[in-house]
C-alpha cells in the first residue's frame, strides 16, 4: 500500500526567506505526483503536477522536483510572502486514472 | 463561476439519517472522485468513477453509495449517517487525456450528531 508522509508538520519562517518542503512515497511505481495548496476551509488548488517521467516543474516562484528511484520530491519555494501561509499537500497517483494517495501536509506560517 | 462545485456546503444531521452531497463540474472531464478529510489523517478516497457506467471503490467505501447521473454530475450517499462519517468531503475531477491531474470543488463540511 502506498504511504505518502510529508516533513515537515509545521513551519514558520520570516518573510522573504527561501524555503524547501518535502515529500516521500513508499511505491516508486508512480503514474504522477501532485502538489497543493489548501487554506483554512478551503478546497484544494493544485499547484504543479509532475509526470513520472519529469524531474521537475516550476510555476512562478515554486520550483517542485521528482526523484522517483528514490521516492522522494521537493517542493521550492522562493522568496516567501505572507499570502503563501497556507497547509501544502503532496498527493501520488499510482495509475493512470485511480485517485490520489495524499500526505498529511506542511502546515506553513509566513511571518511579516 | 466555479468548475466544480458542490452542495451543500454544510449540513448537520442527525445518526440514521439519509443524506446525499452533490457534485458537479463544468470542465468536461470524464473521471470524478470524491475523498474525505479528516484531522490528522489526511485526504482519502472514497469512490471513482472513470465515466458514466464505471463505478470504482477507493480506500474507505464501507457506509458510502455513488450515483454518476450524467458525465458532469457524480453525487455521495450515507444512506444511514453515523458520527464518525464527520468530515470534509472533496468532490475533485480529471480528464483521461490530462496526465490525471486532479481538480477539487470547495468541500462540503458534513456534521453528524
Known amino acids: 500500500k502506498q504511504e505518502v508522509t510529508q516533513i515537515p508538520a509545521a513551519l514558520s519562517v520570516p518573510e522573504g526567506e527561501n524555503l524547501v518542503l518535502n515529500c516521500s512515497f513508499t511505491?516508486?511505481?508512480?503514474?504522477?505526483l501532485q502538489w497543493f495548496r489548501q487554506d483554512p476551509g478551503k478546497g484544494l488548488t493544485s499547484l504543479l503536477l509532475i509526470q513520472s517521467s519529469q524531474r521537475e516543474q516550476t510555476s512562478g516562484r515554486l520550483n517542485a522536483s521528482l526523484d522517483k528511484s528514490s521516492g522522494r520530491s521537493t517542493l521550492y519555494i522562493a522568496a516567501s510572502q505572507p499570502g503563501d501561509s497556507a497547509t501544502y499537500l503532496c498527493a501520488v497517483s499510482g495509475g493512470g486514472a485511480d485517485g490520489l494517495t495524499f500526505g498529511k501536509g506542511t502546515h506553513l506560517i509566513i511571518q511579516p | 463561476d466555479a468548475d466544480v462545485t458542490q452542495t451543500p456546503r454544510n449540513r448537520i444531521t442527525k445518526t440514521g439519517k439519509r443524506i446525499m452531497l452533490e457534485c458537479s463540474q463544468t470542465?468536461?472531464?470524464?473521471?470524478m472522485y470524491w475523498y474525505r478529510q479528516d484531522p490528522g489523517l489526511g485526504l482519502r478516497l472514497i469512490y471513482y468513477s472513470f465515466d458514466v457506467k464505471d463505478i470504482n471503490k477507493g480506500e474507505i467505501s464501507d457506509g458510502y453509495s455513488v450515483s454518476r447521473q450524467a458525465q458532469a454530475k457524480f453525487s455521495l450517499s450515507l444512506e444511514s449517517a453515523i458520527p464518525n462519517q464527520t468530515a470534509l468531503y472533496f468532490c475533485?475531477?480529471?480528464?483521461?487525456?490530462?496526465?490525471?491531474?486532479?481538480?477539487f470543488g470547495p468541500g462540503t463540511r458534513l456534521t453528524v450528531l
Open positions: 511505491d516508486s511505481a508512480i503514474y504522477n
Open positions: 470542465k468536461g472531464h470524464d473521471r
Open positions: 475533485a475531477t480529471s480528464d483521461s487525456n490530462g496526465y490525471n491531474e486532479q481538480f
